[in-house]
């Protein structure tokens, strides 16, 4: 059944008429440096603005934030933002295949609780999210890129997109942009940016009223990331799924590219049914739109011996597979190591997925599997 077919009303499932629920931090922390740029004094406004209490530190470094219990320092780790001005790290951006030409970051860390965190393993120290206050040096510095990359940059398939510019790669901006509005000005720098360039970014909240009526050009595509929803358990703290699609339709109206990063992919039970499922709910949810200009990014879970340690110290009880006999280990090109399905497994996964997606979907254009 392809995309014109399904029901135009979205009667089918019933997309989240309730209004999105916004992160509330316990803590606000800002530095001294961060207080020196326009945007982390706005950042600040918005915070109180929302009665959140802010406290401004007497030097630049974030501490305190440790604790010998994993668990504790992860939940208040958690419940923290901190308004700090990104090292000049930050400004020599890394390729990020295969999303995007490069990376960079308007914050580091998320609000959310997905028991399969990316980030685990990746970022040093307890799981504050961090928003950078000299945005202006990070959008600016983004023109040193320009068609410079080795994925949409220097592919034929892809080269239409422009030099690719991936801005969640170790956050999910929309979930802290009512604190921030970082990603509204990254849109907006986009859109009146006069080169072949896209901004892309990937979500699994839904409050997306701001950046409706911002002048995007097209320049920005907004992706989902969504899973079936037997996975739903594994996703504390994220906009249900019902909110996703219903958003996902939202942003689609107001002309932006969309795509579906449907992540991580893992065996549940009847694991076919359910990513069927999920593929017919996202068509059902964008049926009857014009011109949908649609991706979707494939990712199967995967984890790394470090990854697992800490996941499974902040989430103790926690049922996500991640036994090493029932995986292949693989070594990535830096040398590490990592565990992913078996081959057969995954073939049989992607077969089954990308057969639904091509009948559902047959105009969306699958960017990769992982």
């Known amino acids: 059944m392809a995309l014109a077919e399904l029901r135009t009303d ?63 320092a992860y939940r208040e780790a958690k419940a923290t933002l901190a308004i700090v001005v990104a090292p000049p790290t930050k400004l020599r951006l890394q390729p990020i295949p295969p999303s995007a030409d490069w990376r960079f970051d308007l914050a580091e860390g998320c609000p959310a609780h997905c028991q399969y965190c990316y980030l685990a393993g990746s970022l040093s120290g307890p799981p504050v999210t961090r928003a950078y206050a000299n945005l202006d040096a990070i959008l600016g510095n983004l023109t040193t890129y320009l068609g410079q990359g080795a994925i949409t940059s220097a592919q034929a398939d892809r080269a239409h997109e422009g030099t690719t510019f991936e801005a969640s790669c170790y956050t999910d901006p929309l979930g802290i942009e009512h604190l921030t509005g970082s990603l509204s000005a990254a849109i907006t720098h ?118 697992k340690e800490v996941l499974e110290g902040w989430y103790p009880g926690s049922d996500l597979p991640m036994q090493e006999s029932d995986r292949s280990r693989k070594l990535t090109k830096f040398g590490s190591v990592k565990y992913v399905f078996p081959r057969d497994l995954m073939q049989a996964m992607r077969l089954s997925i990308t057969k639904e997606l091509a009948d559902v979907f047959p105009a969306a254009r699958i960017l990769y599997w992982t």
């Open 10 to 72: 979205a009667a089918a499932i019933e997309l989240d008429p309730r209004p999105a629920r916004l992160w509330r931090p316990r803590r606000v922390l800002v530095t001294p440096a961060a207080l020196e740029y326009a945007h982390g004094r706005t950042m600040v406004a918005r915070a109180e603005a929302l009665g959140l209490p802010v406290e401004c530190l007497r030097a630049n470094r974030l501490t305190g934030l440790r604790n010998l219990d994993p668990r504790a």
């Open 190 to 307: 986009f859109g009146a940016w006069d080169a072949p360039v896209q901004l892309r970014f990937t979500t699994k909240f839904a409050a997306v009223q701001p950046l409706l009526g911002l002048a995007h050009r097209g320049r920005t595509r907004i992706r989902f990331s969504v899973n079936a929803r037997a996975a739903a358990r594994y996703e504390g703290g994220t906009a249900s799924l019902d909110a996703r699609l219903g958003a996902l339709r939202s942003v689609a109206e107001a002309g932006y590219p969309v795509g579906l990063t449907i992540a991580p992919i893992l065996p549940l039970p009847d694991w076919q049914d359910a990513y069927a499922a999920l593929i017919r709910d996202a068509a059902t949810a964008l049926s009857g739109l014009r011109d949908l200009d649609l991706t979707v990014e494939l990712i199967t879970h995967r984890f790394t011996p470090g990854s």
